[in-house]
């Protein structure tokens, strides 16, 4: 069909997008990839977070993303930490924003009555209390929609305490003219509206929205960035170099508090944290101990005098008024602790009111520049010792890895947002985590690991050095990704669909598998990713892959529910038993080689 002016303009930026991020997905798939990240655009949040609520697939009862976010930065999914406990979670105060993102996208150029009213179906059971998870996997909907609306489900009472500020959106989005949608279309859209109304709290913010090309544009064309006003005391200290600038001034404590917080609520910008290498370690540690402390007693010597102050990185800073500067998209890259000490002490009323009032040393650079961003992180960050898996990303073997990886195609984000507004393919992108998830499945043997507790075993020392290694070979890295990333890219096929859409639980498995089974291993005990590299092969057959699957799914079994079934893939059994299955096949010969690759 011929499409209007403002449908090209649509088709152009997705075409571009679907050629630059995602070239091996279909156009379906990456049409869901380039909605999502539309409708989450208010969000600030990492590739792995917007991977992780995306649940299309066979039986998803036509939801393509599910994304459940918790203070604008944060995703929450069921494997989040802490679910199964009623407490709200540390850090989090009254008023936390709480939202959840539905998307349905459409490829097509024309509205779907269908589509809708099998969206506006599903969700209407998802929100039914009385439905139970296995109700809604019975149905069937698919273990990763379940999954989300389970932990949707359990978060929500944890979020009970907090008064949360809920928002529920759904959005039918598609490349059709708006002018378009008709009175049918209309009708189901309120009566979904209605619905979702009547089955959440009365204080939710709904919107059911049917976006089409001219929706679609201009969320394209809305800036993704965020802001935060910082007002100094006096005219700070500025200094030019070449496009960059930086500022060194005085600011209140009370002023400061403003800037870390959202609106005239007490809950901080985690956002302002994102790319900072260490997370709070509590008041009650030596520094920071100290730090509140001093914000609680008064004396005749400064805060400012005690304290090492604030470094911000920002995009830019434009002064809208006499010494207060709009910094885009700011990040606190040294001052995490002193920020949160203050934060709490605010909030727990021990902050006198001269303190208050008393001022903060802040250091603003504006740089874009991600090697100088980079300095600049790593030059504020080594003045103490932090156990977090963060602080690994300036070790050499890291930044070997990096430069490896990138002449092979990757893009290794050692820090959070290393690659923003880089133009670089997203779908290309791994963080650490990531990276040692596949290092786990592939050179490990561990895919339960990967799949449950990977931070558990990198945070322990003998774990990291398992996993990133200066005599480990560079290629084993790349290999793992390559390997990982024609699993999920088989996972996605309708013989996968057939056999488990469950690409969470499986993927680790089916490329652990795929290494036992191919490398025709007898003696796991033999066996090292680093002895065997160059022998791992990285684009396996459908046909193997699917043989593989296959086998594990004799291994799982029938099982009760989603939550049995994600108990058995974080636990080692299912491996013990896969793995028996699996050698046993290598014993009695080789593996199908079929023709059809991935």
Not at 284 to 299: E, Q
Request: overall charge neutral; aromatic content about 8%; hydrophobic content about 35%.
């Amino acid at each position: 069909m011929t499409l209007n002016a403002t449908q090209e303009i649509v088709e152009f930026h997705f075409d571009q997008f679907h050629k630059t991020h995602f070239p091996k997905f279909t156009r379906g798939d990456a049409f869901t990839q380039f909605c999502a990240r539309l409708a989450l655009k208010p969000f600030k949040l990492g590739e792995d977070s917007i991977q992780s609520g995306i649940v299309d697939g066979k039986y998803d009862g036509g939801i393509d993303s599910f994304h459940i976010v918790v203070n604008k930065t944060g995703t929450v999914t069921s494997d989040t930490r802490g679910l199964s406990t009623a407490t709200a979670p540390k850090g989090l105060q009254s008023g936390v924003p709480f939202d959840v993102i539905i998307t349905q996208a459409k490829s097509g150029e024309v509205w779907d009555q269908d589509a809708l009213w099998k969206l506006q179906e599903t969700i209407g059971t998802l929100l039914d209390p009385r439905q139970s998870l296995i109700d809604l996997r019975s149905i069937p909907l698919n273990d990763a929609v379940v999954n989300q609306m389970g932990a949707l489900r359990r978060f929500e009472k944890k979020l009970v305490s907090l008064n949360p500020i809920r928002s529920f959106h759904v959005y039918l989005m598609a490349n059709a003219a708006e002018g378009a949608i008709h009175k049918h279309l209309q009708s189901t859209q309120k009566a979904l509206e209605k619905s979702v109304r009547s089955l959440l709290p009365h204080n939710t913010d709904v919107q059911i929205r049917l976006i089409g090309a001219e929706g679609l544009d201009e969320l394209i064309r809305a800036e993704a960035d965020f802001d935060g006003l910082m007002t100094f005391s006096k005219p700070p200290i500025r200094e030019q170099r070449g496009k960059s600038q930086a500022f060194l001034g005085l600011v209140t404590v009370k002023q400061y508090l403003d800037f870390l917080r959202r609106g005239k609520t007490n809950v901080l910008r985690d956002e302002f944290f994102s790319v900072n290498v260490r997370d709070f370690a509590g008041s009650s540690t030596g520094v920071n101990s100290a730090i509140r402390n001093t914000l609680s007693k008064d004396s005749d010597t400064a805060f400012w005098w005690m304290n090492n102050g604030i470094t911000i990185i920002s995009d830019s800073a434009t002064e809208p008024t006499n010494d207060s500067w709009l910094l885009k998209n700011p990040q606190i890259v040294n001052g995490l602790q002193t920020s949160h000490v203050i934060h709490e002490s605010d909030l727990d009323k021990v902050l006198t009111k001269k303190r208050l009032l008393e001022t903060i040393l802040i250091r603003i650079i504006t740089e874009k520049d991600p090697s100088i961003r980079e300095s600049i992180i790593t030059g504020t960050n080594n003045q103490t010792s932090v156990g977090s898996l963060q602080l690994y990303a300036n070790e050499p073997t890291q930044i070997r890895l990096e430069t490896y990886l990138l002449s092979k195609g990757w893009y290794y984000e050692r820090r959070r947002w290393q690659y923003r507004n880089t133009g670089t393919t997203v779908s290309r992108i791994r963080n650490i985590s990531e990276l040692a998830q596949a290092i786990m499945a592939v050179h490990l043997l561990r895919p339960d690991t990967a799949r449950a507790r990977p931070g558990a075993l990198l945070g322990k020392t003998a774990g990291y050095a398992s996993v990133f290694s200066e005599s480990a070979p560079e290629g084993l890295y790349s290999k793992s990704l390559d390997l990982m990333e024609a699993v999920e890219s088989y996972l996605r096929t309708e013989n996968a669909q057939a056999i488990s859409p469950d690409y969470s639980n499986d993927r680790f498995y089916i490329a652990s598998g795929f290494i036992v089974r191919s490398l025709g291993l007898k003696n796991l005990e033999n066996y090292s990713g680093w002895l065997s590299v160059n022998n791992i092969r990285t684009a396996p057959s459908i046909d193997e892959l699917t043989e593989v699957h296959e086998v594990l799914y004799e291994a799982v079994g029938p099982v009760k529910d989603v939550k049995s079934k994600d108990s058995l893939f974080k636990g080692s059994l299912l491996k013990e038993v896969f793995f028996k299955k699996l050698v046993a096949k290598n014993n009695q010969g080789k593996m199908i080689v079929g023709d059809t690759s991935c």
